[in-house]
């Protein structure tokens, strides 16, 4: 036999030896993954017991929100945490609840007294704020007030929720003109960042 012929049968063993290996972790594989999808047949997990366990544990665990309040001329933050809701617009009613009931929100006359009736979310990312005055009469409070007064509420709803855009302000349960005698309450309102300290 040639020395070219011997030399060419070497290396057809050899490309036979590595085309056997590559076929039998091929064939490892395939193995391997029909053996998973029938085990996964045969033994179900609990899917849907597994997702209201994961929904019941994350309505437990309470919601991280930013409160926007009016303090020295300005907008000022701080974070808060509310209970957990079914959806964002019982999430955004706890929200705006919370605003009202933090400690700062009595301090300012335009806040103070007013209380939240309702809160609606449209699917065109339009939340209505129904609010209630209370008993108050006149509030004596400047146009600059008045405006941080509006722009906390309008703020802490869009900056907490992706689902809110804009907000329309009501008044038991229709359109106002003013809360405080300055600003107009007739049109939708749009985040004001520029009003927060820096």
């Known amino acids: 036999m040639s020395e070219r012929t011997d030399r060419s049968i070497r290396g057809s063993r050899q490309l036979i030896s590595v085309v056997i290996i590559i076929a039998v972790i091929v064939a490892s594989g395939v193995w391997l993954l029909w053996l998973r999808m029938n085990s996964s047949d ?4 609990p899917v849907e017991q597994d997702r209201q366990l994961a929904q019941r544990l994350l309505r437990d665990e309470p919601f991280s929100i930013t409160l926007f309040y009016p303090n020295e001329g300005m907008l000022a933050t701080e974070s808060a945490v509310v209970k957990r809701q079914p959806d ?18 009595p301090l300012e006359p335009v806040l103070r007294d007013i209380r939240l009736r309702e809160l609606y979310l449209d699917g065109s990312g339009m939340a209505y704020v129904d609010l209630t005055l209370g008993s108050r009469k006149d509030v004596r409070a400047s146009a600059w007030e008045e ?10 709803l869009v900056q907490n929720f992706q689902e809110i855009k804009q907000v329309v302000l009501l008044v038991d ?4 003109q003013t809360l405080a005698g300055h600003m107009d309450l007739s049109r939708t309102f749009t985040k004001r ?5 820096q």
Request: hydrophobic share 50%.
């Open 42 to 45: 045969t033994a179900p997990m």
């Open 88 to 105: 964002a617009q019982s999430l955004a009613r706890a929200t705006i609840a919370a605003l009202f009931e933090d400690r700062r929100a």
């Open 147 to 156: 405006q941080l007064a509006i722009y906390s509420l309008v703020n802490t």
């Open 173 to 176: 349960g229709g359109e106002t």
């Open 193 to 197: 960042m520029d009003l927060v300290k």
